[in-house]
């Protein structure tokens, strides 16, 4: 069972843990592989599911070989979904450096009409979107101010999205913005045809049981933008079907990763506010504050499980994690033959961007080389699950599959955003809510035919649950194993 016991709030009944043992044995929500060679570790297939990505097929295998003869001549255009944030800034770095591969015919963001602004001024989208009329209508103003001779069509709000992302002439859209927000507009897309450059974690995550079916259906190729996914995407490059054994995921650690289990819990006993301060600062990457505590917590991690579920098959049995403090190895598979296949690079969000709107070439780009004597040592070690059980919960939550995903993500991001408000809720009450919200959600689970209505309804209610929730389990006490 899962060693989680001790977060359990007094409050709180009999504990997700016990009733989701990582043994469990669920109905998957999409067709088992049916090759002649079956990945796995113990090469039965039990647990793989068709993978999201264009991998770990005879038809993958063709299509990667068939894109890459065609050369690094290719055009591109896209659509950039949250064009004003990390991903999306990154992404038209990325246009700037290759600007004979790359064409952007749409742009959607959140608020900052004056960013947006310049980005239409500068890359001409046939669509732009922000979330309000408010900020659509100051966009109007500012371009109309500066003289824009080419004004695109200004939309807002989540009809605005999805205009953006199904945008006609785009073939690939590249899916930046957070939250449940991102699973329509990348549906809508899909049905279309369009590729997907996935940034949204949600889309997997909570969508896994809808996307992946239809990615099936449409033939689109679904390819990661971030780190990790990037990482094994690449390294599966080649492997053919029936190869992979295992996937391996690594992971900085977050901001306590120097830590014992005594130490951590007893500084979220005497000091919460220097908890809050570190738990909020990565010593590796620089990302937003939602992914950022996401890392300290190591549910980052845990998301990342059932996200490489989806996207390349693996069994959760197969899905290990490392801690690499470095960030330099984002991480590895290992074939049937026990090799183990790696890929390098600095942190650098931008070269996982651009391989997932380029794939599966190869562009050149002026990024500083790696250097390994500059580094020095690669470490590793195996993460502590007692003292970071959002693993386990994300583990247990993959295993049941349906729509516990969904809660577990939706609860995952309210205790994290009510935590950042300093609303009182300590670092150690987050897995307290999300393990409640799973027990609760038991009730309702629902594993066969899962629609979006069903995903986008969990989503709701797991929010719900934790906003109620919060006040009974502040200050909480921890219970010892």
Same mark, same amino acid.
């Given at each position: 069972?899962?060693?989680?016991?001790?977060?359990?709030?007094?409050?709180?009944?009999?504990?997700?843990?016990?009733?989701?043992?990582?043994?469990?044995?669920?109905?998957?929500?999409?067709?088992?592989?049916?090759?002649?060679?079956?990945?796995?570790?113990?090469?039965?297939?039990?647990?793989?599911?068709?993978?999201?990505?264009?991998?770990?097929?005879?038809?993958?295998?063709?299509?990667?070989?068939?894109?890459?003869?065609?050369?690094?001549?290719?055009?591109?255009? +896209?659509?950039?979904?949250?064009?004003? $944030? @990390?991903?999306? !800034?990154?992404?038209?770095? %990325? =246009?700037? &450096?290759?600007?004979?591969?790359?064409?952007?015919?749409?742009?959607?963001?959140?608020?900052?009409?004056?960013?947006?602004?310049?980005?239409?001024?500068?890359?001409?989208?046939?669509?732009?979107?922000?979330?309000?009329?408010?900020?659509?209508?100051?966009?109007?103003?500012?371009?109309?101010?500066?003289?824009?001779?080419?004004?695109?069509?200004?939309?807002?709000?989540?009809?605005? +999205?999805?205009?953006?992302?199904?945008? $006609? @002439?785009?073939? !690939?859209?590249?899916?930046? %913005? =957070?939250? &449940?927000?991102?699973?329509?507009?990348?549906?809508?897309?899909?049905?279309?045809?369009?590729?997907?450059?996935?940034?949204?974690?949600?889309?997997?995550?909570?969508?896994?049981?809808?996307?992946?079916?239809?990615?099936?259906?449409?033939?689109?190729?679904?390819?990661?933008?971030?780190?990790?996914?990037?990482?094994?995407?690449?390294?599966?490059?080649?492997?053919?079907?029936?190869?992979?054994?295992?996937?391996?995921?690594?992971? @900085?650690?977050?901001?306590?990763?120097?830590?014992?289990?005594?130490?951590?819990?007893?500084?979220?006993?005497?000091?919460?506010?220097?908890?809050?301060?570190?738990?909020?600062?990565h010593p590796n990457w620089d990302m937003g504050a939602k992914i950022t505590l996401d890392s300290a917590t190591m549910m980052n991690k845990g998301l990342e499980v059932i996200e490489a579920h989806y996207l390349f098959g693996a069994s959760y049995d197969d899905i290990d994690i490392v801690i690499h403090p470095q960030s330099?190895?984002?991480?590895?598979?290992?074939?049937?033959?026990?090799?183990?296949?790696?890929?390098?690079?600095?942190?650098?969000?931008?070269?996982?961007?651009?391989?997932?709107?380029?794939?599966?070439?190869?562009?050149?780009?002026?990024?500083?080389?790696?250097?390994?004597?500059?580094?020095?040592?690669?470490?590793?070690?195996?993460?502590?699950?007692?003292?970071?059980?959002?693993?386990?919960?994300?583990?247990?939550?993959?295993?049941?599959?349906?729509?516990?995903?969904?809660?577990?993500?939706?609860?995952?991001?309210?205790?994290?955003?009510?935590?950042?408000?300093?609303?009182?809720?300590?670092?150690?009450?987050?897995?307290?809510?999300?393990?409640?919200?799973?027990?609760?959600?038991?009730?309702?689970?629902?594993?066969?035919?899962?629609?979006?209505?069903?995903?986008?309804?969990?989503?709701?209610?797991?929010?719900?649950?934790?906003?109620?929730?919060?006040?009974?389990?502040?200050?909480?006490?921890?219970?010892?194993?």
């Open positions: 069972s899962i060693a989680i016991g001790f977060f359990l709030a007094s409050h709180q009944a009999s504990g997700f843990s016990t009733n989701l043992p990582l043994s469990l044995s669920t109905k998957q929500s999409t067709s088992s592989l049916n090759v002649f060679s079956v990945s796995g570790s113990t090469g039965t297939g039990e647990g793989w599911i068709d993978p999201s990505a264009p991998v770990n097929s005879a038809a993958s295998l063709q299509k990667t070989l068939d894109e890459s003869l065609k050369g690094s001549t290719f055009k591109k255009r +896209i659509s950039i979904l949250g064009s004003t $944030g @990390s991903i999306g !800034t990154q992404t038209l770095d %990325i =246009v700037d &450096a290759c600007p004979d591969n790359f064409v952007v015919d749409a742009l959607s963001a959140g608020n900052n009409a004056k960013l947006m602004a310049d980005q239409v001024m500068k890359y001409s989208p046939k669509v732009a979107s922000l979330s309000t009329p408010e900020a659509a209508a100051e966009l109007k103003s500012l371009l109309k101010e500066r003289g824009c001779t080419d004004m695109p069509e200004i939309v807002h709000g989540a009809e605005g +999205i999805v205009e953006a992302a199904t945008v $006609g @002439s785009a073939d !690939t859209v590249v899916t930046g %913005i =957070v939250g &449940a927000a991102g699973l329509l507009p990348t549906i809508e897309a899909i049905k279309l045809g369009k590729d997907i450059a996935l940034a949204n974690k949600e889309t997997l995550i909570s969508g896994g049981p809808v996307i992946n079916p239809l990615v099936e259906k449409h033939g689109i190729n679904m390819l990661p933008a971030d780190s990790e996914h990037s990482a094994i995407f690449q390294c599966l490059q080649g492997v053919p079907p029936g190869g992979l054994r295992r996937v391996i995921l690594t992971a @900085s650690g977050g901001a306590f990763r120097d830590f014992s289990k005594e130490e951590l819990f007893k500084m979220c006993e005497e000091d919460p506010r220097a908890v809050q301060k570190k738990a909020t600062t330099i190895v984002h991480s590895m598979v290992e074939t049937q033959d026990t090799s183990c296949i790696a890929q390098l690079g600095w942190a650098d969000m931008r070269l996982p961007i651009v391989y997932s709107v380029s794939w599966p070439h190869r562009l050149k780009m002026p990024y500083k080389p790696l250097n390994l004597a500059e580094i020095g040592s690669l470490t590793f070690k195996a993460p502590d699950t007692e003292k970071y059980p959002c693993i386990s919960l994300a583990y247990a939550a993959g295993k049941k599959g349906g729509t516990m995903t969904a809660v577990l993500n939706a609860a995952n991001e309210a205790a994290n955003e009510m935590f950042r408000e300093d609303v009182g809720l300590g670092f150690l009450d987050i897995p307290k809510l999300i393990e409640g919200a799973m027990e609760a959600h038991k009730e309702d689970f629902k594993v066969d035919d899962v629609t979006l209505d069903d995903i986008l309804s969990c989503d709701a209610w797991a929010r719900e649950y934790v906003a109620e929730n919060t006040k009974n389990v502040v200050n909480a006490p921890i219970l010892s194993t």
